[in-house]
């Protein structure tokens, strides 16, 4: 639809109806009187005719009179006349509606852009009337089809039932007395198939009584008009039943749309979540590999004297052997000297395969007893780098958590800190302080040294996965791994902040 004529003589209203309707993209002409609408009629077709019935030279229910033989344009009345035998007549007519102007004429014109809307669209709604009478079905297809409906007419209810199952329809207009069965039967079968069940029925009948009417608005019928009816209130009925229809089938849809989004949505949620958790333990592994190195030098850092030892023990019997000097006290020492070394190393290696076995569920620890045994781990690397460690813990801290990887997590801290004395040839004192403070329900482990701090740049990254200040030598992995454990295994926070001297990382537990 394009060509409009608005036939107004108000001006006013001529121009506030024309700037509205403009806006929507309508070709919109106007005239004052019944000769220039007349005129401009003959010169030109319009698809949509606004019509004030009282015009300066005449009636314009006079031209809506001529209008069929005129023109193929759809009117709709827009007047202050209240006449309700004028305004039924009209109907039977085919106008589209007949809107009374009020005080709001915003409100009036609203009603007439809505209007325009509805026959603007290019999907017909479909209405099937079932009535014996053809003269109803021709009444309602003529008031109907101009508002955009696409009707179907059946005479009796066997034609009808099979029209319902061939095709979708929007509403059902039924008519009660059918000359194969009777209007109620018509509603049962329907009622009683699932597809059916959501139809909009508007029932029809001359001749019925109140009872029936409760009877067949409780078994089907969403509406009841009786015969003969008015075609204003019938027209504002299909209308509302119609939306009413397809406004509810919309919401089903999209819920249906929205169920099978949230189904999705829950599948790429737990898709994501189990590629994260194999992305961590990949993490993991890649850090357990990474932290192999280190662990390897400190085993054999360890095993140094013992087997310098061991080597010197069997040097002496061989010597004393070859001299013919072996006998059996110092063969016996040789023996004894190297058992006590074998042992400790055996020790030494069982002490660093238990610490670094990942803990398979929670458990309450002690905190005192977890730093300890790190701190003499790690003891003889830090000596060979004139590394001193002072520990306050307070020997009563119980945690619940893995200890184990906490472990891990404190000689990491260690280790980037013996790094960064190394890297930076830091002289004098070189200092890693671990102590413990409780606050509130809370215990925060703190790991202290004087290497100089992490430069401001990059502070907020170090615990993302694979930032490494370390150039070529760094994974990425360590303080990333650092906080999958404390935080997502354990429960609780890492952070890190600069001091003075060098960085303070915060590690926070609740009390157990």
Request: hydrophobic share 40%.
């Amino acid at each position: 639809m394009k060509e409009v004529l608005v036939v107004e003589d108000s001006k006013t209203i001529n121009k506030i109806i024309k700037n509205k309707l403009s806006s929507m993209g309508l070709n919109v002409d106007t005239a004052y009187t019944l000769s220039e609408a007349e005129k401009l009629i003959g010169e030109k077709g319009y698809e949509l005719i606004i019509l004030d019935l009282h015009l300066p030279d005449g009636e314009g229910s006079e031209l809506i009179m001529d209008l069929q033989a005129l023109t193929k344009a759809k009117v709709i009345v827009l007047t202050s006349t209240k006449d309700e035998t004028l305004r039924e007549e009209l109907f039977r007519h085919g106008i589209l509606d007949y809107i009374v102007k009020d005080t709001n004429l915003l409100y009036s014109v609203e009603e007439i852009v809505n209007l325009i809307n509805k026959i603007k669209t290019t999907r017909k709604d479909k209405i099937l009337i079932i009535d014996d009478s053809k003269f109803i079905c021709r009444q309602v297809k003529r008031i109907l089809e101009p508002r955009n409906y696409h009707v179907k007419e059946a005479h009796t209810a066997k034609e009808g039932l099979k029209l319902l199952k061939e095709e979708e329809f929007n509403l059902l207009v039924l008519d009660m007395e059918l000359p194969d069965m009777h209007g109620k039967q018509v509603l049962e079968k329907l009622r009683s198939e699932p597809r059916f069940i959501e139809l909009p029925v508007i029932v029809l009948s001359g001749t019925i009584d109140a009872d029936t009417v409760r009877h067949i608005l409780k078994h089907g019928a969403n509406d009841y008009l009786r015969k003969p009816f008015i075609f204003e209130e019938f027209v504002l009925r299909v209308d509302l039943w119609v939306d009413y229809h397809k406004q509810k089938k919309e919401l089903k849809d999209k819920q249906k749309e929205l169920e099978e989004i949230n189904k999705s949505l829950q599948e790429k949620i737990n898709k994501a979540v189990e590629e994260n958790r194999r992305k961590d333990r990949m993490l993991l592994a890649q850090a357990r590999l990474a932290q192999m190195g280190e662990i390897i030098s400190m085993i054999a850092h360890q095993w140094k004297q013992p087997l310098n030892t061991l080597s010197a023990s069997i040097n002496k019997a061989y010597l004393r052997y070859k001299l013919g000097k072996l006998d059996g006290d110092v063969f016996e020492d040789c023996y004894n000297q190297a058992t006590k070394q074998i042992d400790y190393m055996s020790q030494t290696l069982r002490d660093f395969m238990n610490f670094f076995k990942p803990n398979r569920s929670k458990e309450a620890f002690n905190l005192s007893n977890v730093i300890e045994k790190v701190v003499d781990m790690v003891k003889p690397v830090l000596e060979r780098h004139h590394i001193n460690v002072i520990k306050e813990i307070n020997e009563n801290i119980t945690i619940e958590g893995y200890p184990n990887e906490l472990a891990q997590v404190i000689v990491n801290l260690i280790n980037n800190a013996k790094d960064a004395f190394v890297q930076r040839d830091i002289k004098g004192n070189r200092l890693i302080k671990i102590y413990s403070k409780e606050r509130g329900q809370k215990i925060i482990l703190h790991v202290e040294d004087n290497a100089g701090g992490i430069p401001q740049e990059i502070i907020s990254k170090v615990f993302d996965a694979y930032f490494s200040t370390k150039s070529k030598e760094g994974t990425g992995l360590g303080l990333y791994i650092a906080k999958v454990v404390v935080e997502d295994h354990m429960g609780g926070r890492i952070s890190v902040e600069n001091t003075k001297a060098g960085s303070l990382f915060k590690i926070e537990f609740p009390i157990t």
